[in-house]
């Protein structure tokens, strides 16, 4: 069954850009932002400055990350002359294994990133911990969660935000680097040698909104997924060529920022729909996120974790055939994705929890699209996953 219409499974519209004086940024008092072509551009120039910071003189560096999660990580790191170490995700969670963490540092290990993933914070202050202690840089990937936890606590060295489609403010592109004041002297005269390129905010950046916003639409996505050469949702590894500077409006990023701060959330609303799934062996890991119940952030898309990848995969095409955009998000491990397996060095380690992960994550929309009726469809639709025997 193929529905006509679709509800998209991530994104938000682009805002008009504000005008007049623009508001302080939320890291403002602790953190000096610098604008950036991507996040993934911004990432980089976070790995450059550790490897910057680091005394190993010509070794290779060692930088940290999940081993589930977005490719981007790894073409940042790799673009800066590093070697990317992966480390298991806790069972059943979007985070790290701490234990696996620690035995994971070498001395050439000069950098961790911690990515947040569909709006589930890692854990900054653990994190900071181990880093302090043995003088790693800690680098908050926050591309898929706003506010970032370093505008409530100045525990990151440097944290990413992405300002591209499907992230939580969509200013169709670009991204931000924020470095921590201690290091902000040392870091702008890294900085400052990068390229610099303007946005405009002119007629055609207001058309390009239009037809942006367009797309996002129930008739405009269906379509859109009806061009097979588009490879909407694909999980593919990018390398990354250049980094540069942009100059941003501000009022563009301050309207994004209210944007994303006035969206409704209904995390919590599938949570309590959803609970009858887990006596029948699902996981709702975004439903006890207990740290930042009192800050939450923006939830990209709801996730869950089927029983079996069986389970899933049926859930997936049964919600698509009810015009809902659930997918299963990157649905390998790093290691599994085809070029990356090239770039990552030699150890063909297994990760058991990411792998698991990956097998079984179900993510539904929960932007700000998603109606009552479509929640309804989703309970009705998962419901009748768990009680059908495979056909
Ligand atoms: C999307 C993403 C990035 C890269 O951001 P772009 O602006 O798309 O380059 C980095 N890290 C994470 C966790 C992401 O989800």
Redesign the pocket.
């Known amino acids: 069954m193929r529905a006509k219409t679709m509800l998209r499974p991530v994104g938000s519209r682009v805002p008009r850009p504000a005008r007049g004086q623009a508001e302080p940024l939320p890291w403002e008092n602790q953190y000096h932002t610098w604008c950036m ?7 980089s120039a976070a790995i450059m400055l550790a490897i910057r910071r680091s005394e190993l003189n010509g070794a290779v560096p060692h930088v940290i990350l999940p081993a589930y ?2 490719p ?2 790894v073409a ?1 790191v790799v673009a800066q002359g590093a070697s990317p170490v992966l480390v298991d995700l806790m069972p059943d969670r979007p985070v790290m294994d701490l234990e696996k963490l620690v035995q994971a540092i070498s001395g050439h290990t000069i950098a961790v990133i911690a ?3 569909l709006g589930v914070p890692e854990r900054l202050a653990e994190l900071g911990d181990i880093c302090r202690s043995r003088g790693l840089w800690l680098v908050e ?4 969660c706003f506010p970032p936890d370093c505008s409530h606590k100045p525990i990151a060295d440097c944290a ?1 935000l ?3 489609r ?2 939580p403010i969509n200013l169709m ?3 931000a680097l924020l470095v921590r004041e201690d290091h902000q002297r040392f870091a702008g005269d890294v900085l400052e040698k990068l390229p610099e390129t303007a946005v405009t905010v002119d007629w055609k950046w207001m058309i390009r909104r239009q037809v942006f916003n367009l797309l996002l639409g129930r008739i405009g996505y269906g379509l859109l997924l009806r061009l097979p050469f588009i490879g909407l949702g694909s999980t593919v590894y990018k390398p990354l060529e250049s980094i540069r500077r942009v100059d941003l409006p501000l009022g563009l990023l301050g309207a994004g920022i209210r944007n994303a701060q006035s969206r409704p959330s209904v995390a919590s609303q599938y949570s309590e729909a959803l609970s009858f799934l887990v006596a029948k062996g699902w996981t709702l890991f975004m439903a006890d996120q207990r740290a930042g119940a009192d800050r939450p952030s923006v939830t ?1 898309r709801y996730g869950l974790l089927a029983p079996d990848r069986m389970t899933r995969n049926r859930a997936v095409s049964l919600l698509n055939g009810y015009g809902i955009g659930a997918n299963a998000f990157y649905e390998k491990t790093l290691p599994g994705i085809d070029v990356i397996a090239d770039v990552l060095p030699t150890n063909p380690a297994v990760y058991p929890n990411a792998a698991s992960f990956a097998e079984r994550l179900l993510t539904l929309p929960s932007h700000e699209d998603v109606s009552d009726r479509d929640i309804t469809v989703v309970v009705t639709v998962l419901d009748k996953v768990t009680r059908e025997p495979e056909k």
Do not use: H, N, Y
Request: hydrophobic share 35%; charged share 15%.
């Open positions: 072509g991507s996040g993934t551009e911004a990432l999660g977005c981007d990580l940042a990515a947040g993933f990937d926050s591309a898929q990413v992405s300002f591209g499907g992230k592109g670009c991204g990209l």
